[in-house]
């Protein structure tokens, strides 16, 4: 199989999309925008078929990340995400999933409203790895 992102050979990564033949390098999904989940059933999805924020909210300008304190885009994109309980914190992909990695899953939540429920629900939906320390 060819990786849809980098084009080379090798790719073992298939999208779980029935209609979908798109296969990937875990190394590439990444930068490629698949999205990989971490919980059962473990499925991946090709950049076409990544599952997005079903919240409806845009940032307003000037919006920081909650935890870089860099500005986030001017809307949901792959890179930026928001919470879906309070819709107020936005933050990078990059950051919540350091977060994420550093903290647990005992003890990840919102960083503004303090969510914990739905807010992880949509990390692991996002693809987002939370570790169970």
Known sequence: QNCCICGQNGATIACCE???????HLP????????TQFITPFRSF????SPVQTVEATPEPGTKCLIC???VEDRK????????ACKNAWFH?????????????E??????????????????TMGIRIPFR
Do not use: K, W, Y
């Open 77 to 84: 994109t792959f890179n930026t995400m928001v919470c879906p």
């Open 46 to 49: 090709c950049p076409t078929h």
């Open 107 to 124: 003890i990840i939540q919102c960083p503004l409203c303090r969510n914990s429920d739905t807010f992880v629900m949509d990390l692991f």
């Open 93 to 105: 992909r990059d950051c919540i999933q350091q977060q994420a990695l550093h903290a647990g899953f």
């Open 28 to 35: 590439c999904a990444r930068q490629g925008h698949c999205v």
């Open 69 to 71: 304190m860099e500005p």
């Open 18 to 24: 029935t209609d979908c033949d798109l296969s990937f």
